[in-house]
């Protein structure tokens, strides 16, 4: 790809440092890797003293490349009123993980404003202070390809309407389902509603010169709806992790058991089974000094089910952390969790955090569909065992022998896997091959 000419990209994206999670993750390693592979970045985001973050995390900022251009707007959005009227502190988290385990009234009146007054999401007031500067970016010459990436997916609409006003490559890259992601029957659509957000992602899957999704499954998802798209022009590019985050050595406790979760874990992320087997292997191997972690954010629910089976006195609650604290974490465990909601389209769910964890070198237990994308990752790596959630024998006798094998031996670590096709360099080479493939069409076409 040297010898290919420099591709100006404008790359859209509402999260970006000092935001924090996984989104913001994606879009920072991308335009850190893109210059290798003959893309030149820049990035338009919402100016963050208006924007709307459930998280935050400033240490972020110090991986943005110094030379990278970073435009940033005004937005109009409602959180702020939602804060006021609500009394709540935090705006809603993904999921919806910091809200209690049955609405109120009021969170059920909240949800049903989002979910039809707020098309395709609530975010879409910075849409068109994003469009204007946008505009002015791109009459001026300096951007010849778009990336418009989602959620909140009324970024994709700002794709939509750039790629009609100017007809410059567009990808459009969807890190989530749309209208079948796992809470969206949270939000009280109604049949009106639900028709038009169906409409906006049809035109934004059709329209778009190329769609990039993070899972075999998403692309199947999208596929097998009622539109017509070249199944060409979908590109898997999943999450990764990038080997400069990697830099801690591993040390797991020589005299605890440990078991880590890292990220948010919201109600229909289904644990009972492993909870069941840990509170079991507790009472009978009292030699063993069982201790669970979780690092992020715990919905009420899932801390509700930890008491009820008994395992409150040996959990660990730490709140949201730095990224580069959450990996000390991962460095730090014996084994790590890993659980997909328990949702119908859980099928096309692939955690970001799941490619971290393969980095890690730990031993995976995760709770999920089998046969899914992540059950085939995590066989393809060696990096652990997927159980469905009712297959409480085949975890016990999993989560017993491992125990056994940590009495003679406490570091569990794994060898080094099969992970490097998920590294944030070679990922981001492909989406660039993607952006010269389009960019080159485009040329042959004047």
Known sequence: MENQHSVNLLYISYYWPPSGGPGVQRGLKFCKYFPYFGVQPGVLTVDEKQASYPLLDPSFEKEVPQDLVVHKTATSEPFEYYKKLSGKKEIPYSGFANQKSKDSLLDKAFKFVRGNMFIPDARVGWNKHALAEAEKQIDAGKYQAILTTSPPHSTQLIGLKLKKKFNLPWIADLRD????????????HTALAKRLDQRYERQVLEQADALVVTSEDTKRLFLNKPINIDPDKIYVIPNGYDEDDFIYPSSPPEDTFLITYTGTIAENYNIDVFLKVIAHLQSVHSEINYKLRFVGKVSEGVRKRIEKTGLLGITEFVPYVPHKEAIQYLMQT??????????PTVYSNVPGKLFEYLASNKQIVCLGPVHSDTDRIIDECGAGRLFHYSAYDLMLDHMTQTSKAWKINPNLDLPVMNHDQYSRRVLTEKLAFVIHQLSEKQSSSL
């Open 177 to 188: 389902p749309w209208t079948n992601i796992h809470y969206y029957d949270q939000l009280y």
């Open 334 to 343: 014996t084994i790590l969790l890993l659980a997909i909601p328990d949702v």
